[in-house]
């Protein structure tokens, strides 16, 4: 699918000032682009759609805040976002469970760099100074940073490495993270994490398919986190 590349451009850019991350985005789907097969291609814009699945487990959190503890956490969230590719500009949209999020970097055959915000860095600018009542948007900005290294293992497997640090918004509900409709009341926080991670991805079927692993270490509940996440891109 071929989009504008200045229609594109300026869109994700408004999404990623106004747009609500959570963990950090998929990494394959950032890095992986269409084949350019001639210089001409490089001024072209190529969408491809992801979608992942990503599975969450916490181990020895040793905090909680009045609310609820990092146990809590949503473990499972599906996630689909669109990645654009100008040259080495990539940048796309996307939504985690109910938050959309924009990201934006530079992206090589080997090297990237990636950063992801959300909605409400712009939107907390209309609350009021000092209002106690007024900091929903505020206490909820989400956003982060990532550092990706990435090298063929074989004729179509890629073997890549990841590095990120963030100010995670993450869903958490009344059922320790075992999301029941009839039941479960869906609340988000924030934590500080940082870390890494390693992910493969290969073609099937003339679509790319990704395996991402990451370890975190949360900053603000004193846990150690791990995350899978499935990603099928087209």
Request: hydrophobic share 35%.
């Amino acid at each position: 699918m071929k989009l504008n590349p200045k229609i594109s451009f300026v869109l994700v850019c408004l999404i990623f000032l106004v747009g609500c991350a959570t963990h950090p985005p998929s990494a394959v789907a950032f890095m992986t682009s269409k084949k350019q097969t001639t210089p001409q291609d490089t001024l072209k814009t190529n969408v491809q759609v992801g979608i992942s699945l990503l599975t969450l487990g916490t181990i020895n959190a040793e905090q909680t805040n009045n609310n609820h503890s990092i146990d809590d956490e949503l473990n499972a969230e599906f996630i689909i976002q669109a990645s654009l590719r100008y040259g080495y500009l990539a940048y796309g949209f996307g939504f985690q469970v109910q938050c959309p999020f924009g990201y934006i970097g530079f992206a090589s055959e080997h090297f990237g760099t990636m950063l992801w915000s959300n909605i409400f860095p712009l939107m907390s600018l209309f609350e009021k100074l000092g209002d106690k009542n007024s900091n929903l948007f505020s206490k909820s900005i989400g956003f982060g940073a990532s550092v990706i290294e990435q090298f063929k293992v074989g004729k179509e497997t890629t073997l890549g490495l990841t590095q990120h640090i963030s100010r995670t918004l993450a869903p958490f509900t009344e059922n320790r993270g075992d999301f029941d409709f009839t039941s479960s009341r869906l609340t988000s926080s924030y934590y500080y994490e940082y870390g890494g991670g390693v992910y493969l991805s290969f073609p099937i079927s003339n679509q790319t398919v990704g395996i991402e692993t990451r370890y975190s270490r949360n900053y603000t509940y004193k846990a150690n986190q791990l995350s899978l996440m499935v990603d099928f891109i087209m």
